[in-house]
């Protein structure tokens, strides 16, 4: 069904299955997922941060919202507090297939989504 609801229907469809329980998301799986659907939709915004700022629902650890920041420093602040443990292996699985690729996007160099 959400695959036809949505052209990003499979991103969706783990969200769901997710928390209905019968797909386990890691958290950074949770936050990843959580932010391309995002950034999928349009938005107004009151802050530039705004997507993170909803996207801090679905964390255990949600920082102080702070005006001046910007998506990516909100996006890197939220996933070190709820998953500091692992921050080199996340830094090396992220490395984007092209230099000057915006950070959001999140294909890797890998191409295996890590």
Known sequence: MAGRAYWDGLLVR??????????HLTQTELLTIG?????????????EADPIYALMTLA?????PDEK???????????????S???L???????????????SNMEDFWNVKL
Request: positive net charge.
């Open 69 to 83: 920041e910007t998506l990516f420093e909100a996006f890197a602040q939220l996933s070190l507090l709820n998953d």
């Open 14 to 23: 783990q969200l769901v299955d997710h928390f209905e329980s019968s797909l």
């Open 85 to 87: 443990n692992m921050l």
């Open 89 to 103: 292996e996340r830094l090396i699985s992220m490395l984007p297939p092209v230099r000057g690729t915006p950070w």
């Open 60 to 64: 255990r650890r949600r920082p102080k």
């Open 35 to 47: 932010l391309q659907c995002f950034l999928n939709r349009s938005y107004s915004t009151f802050m």
